[in-house]
């Protein structure tokens, strides 16, 4: 969220407002940004899949417009939303960030799960209904722990093979049921590097919308153990001192902040901002 956006369900019957445009490509853009004229936009002749209002920017209602597929108009082109992290402004992000995973669930949620026939819209609630089963689809969120290991100047960074090459981040992994953030964090150590941790502090949280999950960052200190690898998870995992440290993860990551925070602290530099 920032002061200029806030997220509400709108009633897309009503007209006018802007556009955010979405297609398997990713997000319309042309130059004036990512944010359309929606009845202009609506002129063109989109061949729509599906459509949400959701939110407000500068008090301006914002919906979001799902292509059947990645149509060109002129002058526009279509970027993915890691761009958008990677370069684009915190609003926009932020906007698009929400507005992508509304349009997957919203995808992804098209017929029950239960019965198999199709969901509706529900009004003024961001949920899909299944009549027959008085089921309700609400928006996925996958809750992910995030974690620092630290031995005094040096802190543990790993690889996975999905990564951009050379670059180390801290571990993380996804909540199954069952467990509490700190049973996640422990085994996802566990399995990924045979470490032990303890003094496992909460540092603050994250929307990462690849595709929905709520990363939850933590700190932690080296109680033992050696490096075992994870095979297929893990590339390489090295202890790295933090005057010395490797490629590391986009500015607008909470692993970024994670390490760059215990850094300046270690070297009593100003610290950083989590970005939301
Ligand atoms: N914002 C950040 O700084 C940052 C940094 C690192 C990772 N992440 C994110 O954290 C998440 C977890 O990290 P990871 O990829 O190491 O996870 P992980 O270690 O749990 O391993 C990924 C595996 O988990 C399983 N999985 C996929 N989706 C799942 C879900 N919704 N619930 C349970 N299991 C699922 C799959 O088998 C997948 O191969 C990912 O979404 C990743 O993009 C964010
Ligand atoms: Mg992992
Ligand atoms: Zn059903």
New binding site residues.
């Given amino acids: 969220m920032s002061a200029r956006w806030t997220t509400a369900v709108l009633d897309t019957n009503v007209g006018g407002g802007l556009a955010v445009v979405r297609s398997a490509e990713g997000f319309m853009v042309d130059a004036n940004g990512a944010l359309f004229p929606r009845d202009w936009f609506k002129r063109q002749e989109p061949d729509i899949r599906f459509e949400h209002g959701i939110g407000h920017y500068d008090g301006q209602p914002v919906y979001l417009i799902e292509l059947h597929g990645a149509q060109a108009l002129p002058g526009c082109s279509w970027r993915g939303l890691r761009q958008f992290m990677l370069e684009g402004d915190a609003d926009t992000y932020t906007i698009l960030g929400y507005a992508a995973q509304i349009a997957t669930w919203a995808r992804e949620h098209r017929f029950c799960g239960a019965c198999g026939q199709p969901m509706r819209q529900v009004p003024r609630e961001r949920a899909m209904h299944c009549e027959p089963c008085d089921l309700r689809s609400y928006p996925r969120i ?1 809750p ?1 722990m ?1 974690v620092l290991i630290t031995r005094g100047d040096e802190i543990l960074l790993a690889r ?1 093979p ?1 990564f951009v090459t050379g670059v180390y ?8 049921p069952g467990e509490s953030a700190e049973d996640c964090l422990v085994r ?1 150590v566990r ?2 590097v045979a470490l032990e941790v303890r003094n496992i502090q909460y540092v603050g949280s ?1 929307c ?1 919308p ?1 595709p ?2 709520m ?1 939850l960052g933590f700190h932690a200190e080296y109680a033992g153990g050696e490096i075992v690898m994870q095979p297929d ?1 893990i590339e390489d995992a090295q202890w790295f001192r933090v005057d010395a440290l490797p490629p590391l ?1 986009a500015g607008r ?4 902040y994670l390490i760059d925070l215990y850094v300046a602290r270690y070297s009593g530099l100003a610290e950083p901002v989590l970005p939301r």
Avoid: K
């Avoid at 990551?253 to 970024?256: D, H």
């Fill in positions: 996958s992910s995030i996975s999905r981040s801290t571990l993380a992994g996804f909540a199954e996802e399995e990924e994250q990462w690849f929905h999950s990363m998870e993860p990551s909470i692993a970024r």
